[in-house]
């Protein structure tokens, strides 16, 4: 169910540019309230309430050993996806390094956060919130969608904690300036914020000396009945220029790796999830011997 709920919203992701708003979100908070059966399939049941400065975030910690490495979800700053959007992905990792998945404030079941519900309050909200669950930095930061701007601010806020930066299909500012595409499904507080993030995830430098690699999926995968053939023609347009941001901003972060997957579309999470352990495999290995 949970796959479907993702995998359905991939043409208006990749088509348009653009996420669905709070009717989304509310899906996400029905697939949250499962949240303690799909915990249960890392054998490390552990939901925490944590404060985060004066509200408390939903987060799902499992695994030991250092570095940590921290999930961010996709969506709107505030109306984006649960921690079960990495499934499929988390109960691996954990397997050999500590990890961290959570509901942003106002997602899933985490409670709402002050405004504005920008990329460096959310960044700070975490950052206080892995403080007080004794999550100990160095992190591996993972970013799905638009989780991929939300690390790279919070990369750049904490430079010095942070040891590594995986990339999954993420939005980047440049695609969406080019488009100029608006989400009419977006309230004015969503596309604020979603802007601000933006502005503030190309002001964030990424940290020198640590390895980034940027995933660029490229197959758009949606039922046959739903695409109409301007919906085709448009993802002919969109998907080169989509990959030719990704290559750009990845080929100006020095070591920076560029990986191109024609196995899954826009939800890599679901759909190739083993390709997203084993890079963040290889990144732990890489940050352990550093150490």
Not at 148 to 157: D, N, Q, T
Not at 159 to 181: F, H, K, R, S
């Amino acid at each position: 169910m949970d796959k479907v709920l993702f995998t359905t919203t991939d043409l208006i992701r990749r088509v348009l540019g653009i996420n669905i708003g709070r009717c989304y979100n509310q899906l996400q908070a029905f697939i949250a309230r499962g949240g303690v059966l799909l915990g249960m399939r890392t054998g490390r049941f552990a939901f925490k309430y944590v404060d985060a400065g004066g509200h408390r975030l939903r987060m799902l910690i499992s695994g030991c050993g250092r570095p940590s490495v921290v999930f961010e979800t996709g969506g709107y700053p505030a109306s984006g996806n649960s921690l079960e959007a990495w499934t499929r992905v988390q109960p691996e990792v954990c397997k050999f390094a500590s990890t961290v998945a959570y509901d942003r404030a106002g997602i899933g079941l985490s409670a709402p956060g002050p405004e504005p519900r920008d990329a460096r309050q959310i960044a700070r909200e975490l950052h206080r919130a892995l403080e007080n669950a004794s999550v100990l930095p160095p992190y591996i930061l993972a970013g799905s969608s638009f989780g991929g701007p939300l690390i790279r601010v919070f990369a750049g806020l904490f430079p010095a904690e942070v040891c590594g930066m995986v990339l999954v299909d993420p939005a980047q500012e440049a695609y969406y300036q080019w488009t100029q595409i608006r989400d009419p499904h977006a309230s004015e507080v969503d596309w604020r914020d979603f802007q601000a993030s933006l502005a503030q995830a190309h002001e964030s430098r990424v940290p020198e000396g640590i390895p980034v690699v940027l995933i660029t999926a490229t197959v758009l995968h949606a039922l046959p009945i739903f695409l109409t053939a301007r919906q085709k023609e448009l993802f002919n347009e969109f998907m080169p220029m989509w990959l030719k941001f990704h290559a750009e901003w990845v080929g100006k972060v020095p070591g920076g790796k560029h990986i191109i997957t024609n196995n899954s579309g826009h939800s890599v999470v679901f759909e190739e999830p083993e390709l997203i352990i084993r890079v963040i495999r290889q990144m732990v290995e890489q940050c352990r011997s550093r150490t």
